[in-house]
Antibody, heavy 120, light 107 residues
Framework: EVQLVESGGGLVQPGGSLRLSCAAS????????MDWVRQAPGKGLEWVGR??????????EYAASVKGRFTIWRDDSKNSLYLQMNSLKIEDTAVYHC???????????WGQGTVVTVSS | DIQMTQSPSSLSASVGDRVTITCRAS??????LAWFQQKPGKAPKSLIY???SLQSGVPSKFRGSGSGTDFILTISSLQPEDFATYYC?????????FGGGTKVEIK
């Protein structure tokens, strides 16, 4: 059974940092690109960024709203995906989901998400 | 960035109805279009990729069509478990972008 379990969310002050993790199981993690997607309270889905796989040199792409502040990386030996969030802003408050990218490059499976609240 | 515009933003329908949701891209995305379903407090669920291909385990009552800039999600014979918010997403180019969502409510 495919599982994606996020962790690391919490309450952080504006300007602070937080690292999210996503533990994957039930599939060959190293074969898949992986995404982070977030959803602010009462809002729609917003793509945060993506990491490729070893074959594409783990190339990363980011949304403009987080570029330069957020970093995505993965550890295939631990079947884990990470999101380092620095210089957090109030508008980064959201549920953060990790998501598996299928062979056609569309997302095919989602984690339940972890809540990040940026507030003073 | 490619803008994805969904319509309507919400709709009311009855059990047994057929529902159509439209998604328009601001430029040609060929068929790099996905559809997702999300229920309150739950993770999104992937329904369709490549505009018209069903994800594994998704019932055939969900049908995706279109190419280029105009896409449609059709749900036939709406059931209580289908009341949810539906999102389209283009993955033709970065940044990946979502439509604003269509909330399907019970009439």
């Amino acid at each position: 059974e495919v599982q994606l379990v996020e962790s690391g969310g919490g309450l952080v002050q504006p300007g602070g940092s937080l690292r999210l993790s996503c533990a994957a199981s039930g599939f060959t993690f190293s074969d898949h690109y992986m995404d982070w997607v977030r959803q602010a309270p009462g809002k729609g889905l917003e793509w945060v960024g993506r990491t490729g796989d070893k074959a594409n040199a783990y190339t990363t792409e980011y949304a403009a709203s987080v570029k330069g502040r957020f970093t995505i990386w993965r550890d295939d030996s631990k079947n884990s995906l990470y999101l380092q969030m620095n210089s957090l802003k109030i508008e980064d408050t959201a549920v953060y989901h990790c998501a598996r990218v299928g062979s056609g490059y569309g997302v095919d499976f989602w984690g339940q998400g972890t809540v990040v609240t940026v507030s003073s | 960035d490619i803008q994805m515009t969904q319509s309507p933003s919400s709709l009311s329908a009855s059990v047994g109805d057929r529902v159509t949701i439209t998604c328009r891209a601001s430029q040609d995305i060929t068929n790099y279009l996905a559809w997702f379903q999300q229920k309150p407090g739950k993770a999104p669920k992937s329904l369709i990729y490549a505009a018209s291909s069903l994800q594994s385990g998704v019932p055939s009552k969900f049908r995706g069509s279109g190419s280029g800039t105009d896409f449609i999600l059709t749900i036939s014979s709406l059931q209580p478990e289908d009341f949810a918010t539906y999102y389209c997403q283009q993955y033709y180019t970065y940044p990946v972008t979502f439509g604003g969502g269509t909330k399907v409510e019970i009439k």
